[in-house]
């Protein structure tokens, strides 16, 4: 059974920092480019950042660079993002999702999602 969990959101002040984790099973984890995606209250889901299978490649969109890092453990089947300098805007729910880079298909997985709330 195909499953990605994630965990770490919670409410937390500006500036502060936070940590997301998503743990895959049910599938070859090495095989997934892995993306951490966020949907804001009211507005649509955009990408957070990308990273490739190999923990080689990396990138975000331009309102977290420097502050939002993410990687993988492939051994234990994670991906993280870590959240720095957190800001209200962003606020939102956040979701992982696995891309298969071998299929011949477009095949992916979506987590669940896990609040993050940046509140004073």
């Known amino acids: 059974q195909v499953q990605l969990v994630e965990s770490g959101g919670g409410l937390v002040q500006p500036g502060g920092s936070l940590r997301l984790s998503c743990v895959a099973s049910?599938?070859?984890?090495?095989?997934?480019?892995m993306t951490w995606y966020r949907q804001p209250p009211g507005k649509e889901r955009e990408l957070v950042a990308t990273i490739s299978t190999t923990d080689s490649h990396a990138t975000y969109v331009d309102s977290v660079k420097g502050r939002f890092t993410i990687s993988r453990d492939n051994a234990k089947k994670t991906v993280y993002l870590q959240m720095n300098s957190l800001k209200p805007e962003d606020t939102a729910v956040y979701y992982c999702q696995a891309v298969n880079v071998l299929a011949s298909f477009r095949e992916e997985f979506w987590g669940q999602g896990t609040q993050v709330t940046v509140s004073s």
């Open positions: 049910g599938f070859t984890f090495t095989n997934y480019r």
